[in-house]
């Protein structure tokens, strides 16, 4: 047997030279603290060169091992400087979080520990529970609920629709699946939620046409006649609403739905009501939020982002739930080979797979844990009203400058605008002109917005959640865009 021979000379994948790894370790710490500090000087985006592709793509799978300084060289030349931007202050794109210093360092003392946070006496699942205590904390949900962390509001909301569901059908549906319901379920949503809903309800086995997507008032908050109308009218038709999922903060223009009516309508229609607030929970920390998104206390489920206002490195989201039962009636699960005994490492706490679609999970929550003390909630709250008040200040740069016209009103810190020099272009060249400036802001490395078509519209929008950004940051934003809309008029 071959078998026996591999025993005569035993590898493993530890370095043989420890110091030299640790050496490399040290450039590797120096290096990308020196990235962080001098991001600013950098563009914000640069297009990969095609020598970067061909390296890339070039390479076929490794057998043989390869010097680790080699493999940090190449990541140095063909990554560092063609990355996505989202860590330099202006990146304003989709809503992606900056990141933080502490938390490079929370990712590696996580990778180095290396614990699957999923069952067991152990302190990491400590640290997990405590997140989770001060997650609720933070939103103001009671102690009696629940949560999980998972990789992002998609998984969130999932999870939290999976609940709901399972809660309406009084988990019967666990045992038997969908098929033993004549009746349609069906969950309200407005028609600017976020796609991952309807994918959740395709997921759960509702199929994408159980959300129904409800038409918006001029703030592009749910129409709450609508809601209630198309509530009554499915009831009659024979099919079964079970939840309603409000928005705080949409993606395209960061609307706030009515929580308080959505929550009445919840109560006397005995639906379950879920928040995306992917990153408009966070808006709650401000005093000048604290009254509008109160009703958020309501809800029997929120849904966040942590790599969103949060800052933290990218992959990590929460489900928080009101009623700690149905949460874990919805996922929990008995195998045999994971009984938690009485003592020993497989006792303490109640294992994570039985309130979460997941079963090896990551010390994610050490990298949330260490950043809420480093912070403080004070802190953190100052960042997101500073991102508010950067927000309403472009807002009033826009408002000045008259060849700017402002799209959307700011409700937090989303804001929808274009250029336009008010000379009869027409709306098909307005909305070419107003790509083209998109496209030029990002390959000349000077800012990266994303775009939106609202009523039609070709916009700018621009969503801070950048704890980096200055002031004057936007003022410089305005000078490029105008002048780039200038430019590049007459070739449109
Ligand atoms: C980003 C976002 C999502 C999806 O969250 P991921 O973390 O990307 O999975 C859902 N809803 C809203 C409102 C968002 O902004």
């Known amino acids: 047997m071959d078998f026996d021979k591999i025993l005569e000379s035993e590898h493993t994948f530890d370095p043989e030279n420890w110091d030299e790894m640790e050496q490399l370790a040290h450039v590797m710490i120096t290096d990308i603290f020196a990235h962080l500090k001098g991001i600013r000087d950098k563009p914000v985006w640069t297009k990969p060169t095609k020598k970067v592709s061909t390296s890339i793509f070039g390479e076929r799978l490794p057998q043989k091992p390869q010097s680790i300084h080699k493999i940090y060289d190449k990541i140095k030349a063909d990554i560092f400087p063609y990355n996505k931007g989202n860590i330099h202050p202006k990146f304003w794109s989709w809503v992606q979080s900056t990141g933080t210093p502490f938390s490079v360092l929370a990712e590696m003392l996580t990778a180095g520990l290396n614990p699957d946070v999923c069952t067991g006496d152990h302190a990491p699942m400590y640290i997990e529970s405590q997140t989770i205590d ?6 103001e949900f009671p102690e009696t ?4 962390l998972v990789s992002g509001t998609s998984m969130a909301n999932l999870t939290a629709l999976l609940i709901a569901r399972d809660a309406c059908t009084h988990q019967t549906v666990r045992e038997k699946g969908l098929y033993q319901y004549d009746s349609q379920m069906v969950l309200y949503a407005s028609v600017e939620t976020h796609s991952c809903i309807t994918k959740a309800a395709d997921i759960i086995g509702l199929g994408k046409e159980a959300v129904r997507l409800i038409k918006t008032d001029d703030n592009f908050r749910i129409d709450i006649e609508e809601l209630n109308n198309q509530i009554h009218e499915d009831k009659n038709a024979g099919l079964v609403p079970f ?32 928040i995306d607030g992917a990153f408009g929970a966070f808006a709650k920390l401000v005093p000048e939020f604290k009254e509008l998104l109160k009703p958020i206390e309501e809800a ?17 989201g929460c489900v928080l739930v009101k009623d700690r ?16 005994h009485e003592r ?37 709250a100052h960042i997101v009203r500073q ?68 009523n039609g519209k070709y916009v700018i929008r621009l969503a801070n959640v950048n704890h980096r950004s200055t002031k004057a940051d936007f003022e410089q934003l305005v000078k490029d865009i105008v002048y780039l809309g200038n430019e590049l008029k007459p070739t449109i």
């Open 300 to 316: 029997d489920s929120i849904a966040f982002d942590l790599h969103k206002w949060m800052s933290l490195p990218v992959g990590i």
């Open 243 to 274: 939840c309603v999922v409000a928005n705080v903060g949409t993606v395209n223009t960061g609307a706030i739905d009515p929580l308080s009516e959505i929550a009445t309508i919840c109560k006397k229609e005995k639906l379950w009501l879920h």
């Open 387 to 454: 991102n508010i008040a950067q927000v309403l200040y472009l807002e009033n740069l826009i408002k000045r400058e008259p060849k700017l016209e402002l799209i959307t009103p700011v409700t937090m810190n989303v804001i929808c605008f274009r250029f336009n020099p008010r000379v009869h272009l027409g709306e098909e060249r307005l909305d070419k002109l107003n790509k083209e400036i998109v496209i030029h802001l990002q390959e000349n490395g000077l800012a990266v917005t994303s775009h939106a078509y609202i």
């Open 325 to 340: 039962e149905a949460h874990r009636n919805a996922f929990a699960i008995q195998p045999n080979y994971l009984q938690v």
């Open 145 to 148: 609920g629940s949560g999980v």
């Open 344 to 380: 020993g490492l497989a006792s303490g706490f109640d294992p994570i797979f039985n309130w979460s679609i997941e079963m090896t999970r990551s010390f994610s929550s050490l990298k949330v844990w260490m950043h809420l003390k480093e912070q403080g909630v004070e802190k953190i």
């Open 134 to 139: 001060w997650l609720k904390k933070l939103f």
